[in-house]
């Protein structure tokens, strides 16, 4: 038993090993996931794009500078940089948000820690959050995670009927899996993978170097700016105004008539 007991130790200890360094960081100002992470329901300000494959367990990481530091979703594999969001960059450098106070520069070297990923949790912006993954197309990364037994993607994923990133096509609903009963598709209220239009989930990009606020789907310019360096995801009030401006560019003209008068 004692064996036993001392083997889980170490795979426990094995799963959530930290690694660190220094990394060269470059600023990355459009938002992308190689395993089809939601950007509609994370802080795309604080995603970490980085050369090694997304597994199941080391999500999360800590990067450094100047007295400062972040944590960052590590959903996205680079080509070869370590990338970090604009406006994660942008704060280590000077300590304020893209928006406010917009810097220029190349690769700068940064502490990095891979840390435990309860501590993205701010991050996720779902319930228990939970990592929010597309039902039609994060499958293969779902289901190594799946077969990954105790990973923490596998105990704390949820599943959207949602077919890309930047969240443009599909129905903002939850999916199941019963992976238990040998199922390898979700089910969902709507059919799966319906490239349905999707206006209510808008993803923002920031970019660089103008730290202007923008919408990843048409890289229209958002008036306002993001709320501080903490980067977290753009409040109610804006939100609901680019909402709006994409309902009446999509709705009949007499629906908006309607809508005027009813103002």
């Known amino acids: 038993m004692c064996l036993t007991l001392?083997?889980?130790v170490l795979g426990a200890v094995g799963r959530v090993a930290a690694d660190s360094g220094t990394v060269w960081a470059t600023p990355h100002d459009s938002y992308s996931s190689s395993v089809g992470v939601l950007g509609c329901k994370v802080n795309t300000n604080r995603i970490a794009?980085?050369?090694a494959s997304?597994?199941?367990t080391n999500i999360c990481v800590s990067l450094s500078y100047?007295?400062?530091s972040v944590h960052l979703l590590r959903i996205d594999q680079s080509g070869g940089a370590h990338d970090v969001s604009y406006d994660a960059w942008n704060y280590l450098l000077t300590g304020h948000s893209a928006t406010d106070d917009p810097t220029a520069g190349g690769a700068t070297a940064m502490e990095y820690?891979?840390?435990d990923a309860s501590k993205c949790k701010d991050l996720i912006d779902t319930d228990g959050h939970k990592l929010p993954l597309s039902a039609a197309n994060s499958m293969n990364y779902l289901v190594s995670c799946l077969e990954d037994d105790g990973s923490w993607v596998a105990d704390?994923?949820?599943l959207y009927n949602i077919l890309d990133p930047i969240c443009t096509w599909g129905y903002d609903e939850k999916c199941s899996l019963?992976?238990?009963s040998g199922a390898n598709q979700a089910t969902c209220p709507h059919e799966l993978g319906s490239p349905v239009e999707l206006t209510s989930e808008p993803v923002y990009n920031i970019q660089y170097p103008s730290g202007k606020k923008v919408l990843a789907s048409t890289g229209q310019e958002v008036s306002g700016s993001a709320s501080g360096s903490s980067g977290s995801r753009n409040g109610s009030v804006l939100f609901l105004r680019a909402r709006l401006g994409v309902v009446l560019v999509t709705m009949s003209h007499a629906f908006i008539w309607s809508l005027g008068l009813w103002l």
């Open 54 to 56: 997304v597994n199941c």
């Open 6 to 8: 001392a083997i889980a």
């Open 49 to 51: 794009y980085w050369p």
């Open 156 to 158: 704390n994923y949820v």
């Open 66 to 68: 100047g007295g400062r």
């Open 178 to 180: 019963d992976w238990e």
């Open 113 to 115: 820690e891979d840390v």
